[in-house]
């Protein structure tokens, strides 16, 4: 139980960063709010922003996962990136006609990354160094 609210917590708290992120696009440029893609943004600056607030909520979101999770963190690390592919998954799905390919692509990636490097700290941090 406590795995599954972990990685549901850390779930939303990407979604929460990221959606923040778009609520200060939002506001600063006083356009529609949109949970999705950047096709509706400004300028393509406020897409670098959106990956990086993708990238920086994943790392964070999955520290605290395996910080919390303790033991098997390789297999909580996987689990939760695995949750956020399927979420990118359904926004594929959703928006594949309106957002451009290399977004979708590279969010999915960012993900990876971000749980990947997430592991690699947690797993440098103790001590162990088996990737």
Do not use: C
């Not at 098997?72 to 979420?87: E, Q, V």
């Not at 979708?104 to 797993?123: K, N, P, T």
Request: aromatic share 20%.
């Amino acid at each position: 139980m406590k795995g599954i609210l972990t990685i549901l917590s850390g779930f939303l708290g990407v979604l929460f960063f990221e959606g923040f992120a778009r609520l200060i696009i939002t506001f600063y440029h006083r356009i529609d709010f949109y949970f999705y893609g950047i096709s509706h943004l400004p300028s393509d600056v406020w897409m670098y922003v959106i990956f990086i607030s993708v990238l920086t909520s994943t790392w964070l979101a999955s520290m605290l996962v395996l910080t919390v999770m303790k033991t098997k963190s390789k297999f909580y690390a996987i689990i939760f990136g695995a949750l956020l592919i399927a979420w990118r998954l359904i926004e594929i799905i959703n928006t594949h006609q309106t957002e451009p390919y290399f977004y979708l692509l590279s969010v999915m990636g960012l993900h990876s990354l971000g749980v990947f490097l997430a592991f690699l700290s947690y797993d440098f941090q103790n001590g162990n160094s088996s990737i």
